[in-house]
T-cell receptor, first 113, second 109 residues
Framework: SQTIHQWPATLVQPVGSPLSLECTVEGTSNPNLYWYRQAAGRGLQLLFYSVGIGQISSEVPQNLSASRPQDRQFILSSKKLLLSDSGFYLC????????????FGPGTRLTVL | SQQGEEDPQALSIQEGENATMNCSYKTSINNLQWYRQNSGRGLVHLILIRSNEREKHSGRLRVTLDTSKKSSSLLITASRAADTASYFCAPSNDYKLSFGAGTTVTVRA
């Protein structure tokens, strides 16, 4: 069966520090991968999606970047965090060629102080 | 934007009652999906209804879709305490799911 992992689960970082959040998927090949951010009490905002290694599409201009160095690995990064980067970051995957049902990871709670 | 907008924002019901929430969107879609999120957790896919479908059932869930009104509804019948969660609709046109702010459902024992 397929599983999706995210780490860390929680993170507290100072303003201006770098960020690296990792997401890995097991049990499937060539998945579509997604990064979302959820502000407190809000819906999810799609940040990045990827249909293959090295293929990243950005949805909104921001202080973040994403990379996909391996088929089932998706990394969210920042060189210098802003206060507004605080939120709940969710990684998700869907079957190659389909953007229907998405399977979400447990999320990372990021607090920037 | 095809972003879904759920209504009401919050709903409190007694265990055993039905819960109904609505979703509106603005552009054409291929399908519309509903997800559930328990507090502080990831989202779980509940049901997908295609643009050419009008109603779909899955267990205690019933989803309707009216593309002429650009609206959908999710009905949870015979609610249980475990149904306490936030529910999101996500209209989809291609790769992108556009989530609204959700409906927070509280089921009282």
């Amino acid at each position: 069966s397929q599983t999706i992992h995210q780490w860390p689960a929680t993170l507290v970082q100072p303003v201006g520090s770098p960020l690296s959040l990792e997401c890995t998927v097991e049990g499937t090949s060539n998945p579509n991968l997604y990064w979302y951010r959820q502000a407190a009490g809000r819906g999810l905002q799609l940040l990045f999606y990827s249909v293959g290694i090295g293929q990243i599409s950005s949805e909104v201009p921001q202080n973040l970047s994403a990379s996909r160095p391996q088929d089932r690995q998706f990394i969210l990064s920042s060189k210098k965090l802003l206060l507004s980067d605080s939120g709940f970051y969710l990684c998700a995957w869907s079957v190659m060629g389909s953007h229907n049902e998405q399977f979400f990871g447990p999320g990372t709670r990021l607090t920037v102080l | 934007s095809q972003q879904g907008e759920e209504d009401p924002q919050a709903l409190s019901i007694q265990e055993g009652e039905n819960a109904t929430m609505n979703c509106s969107y603005k552009t054409s879609i291929n399908n519309l999906q509903w997800y559930r999120q328990n507090s502080g957790r990831g989202l779980v896919h509940l049901i997908l209804i295609r643009s050419n479908e009008r109603e779909k059932h899955s267990g205690r869930l019933r989803v309707t879709l009216d593309t002429s009104k650009k609206s959908s509804s999710l009905l949870i019948t015979a609610s249980r305490a475990a149904d306490t969660a936030s529910y999101f609709c996500a209209p989809s046109n291609d790769y992108k799911l556009s989530f609204g702010a959700g409906t927070t459902v509280t089921v009282r024992a």
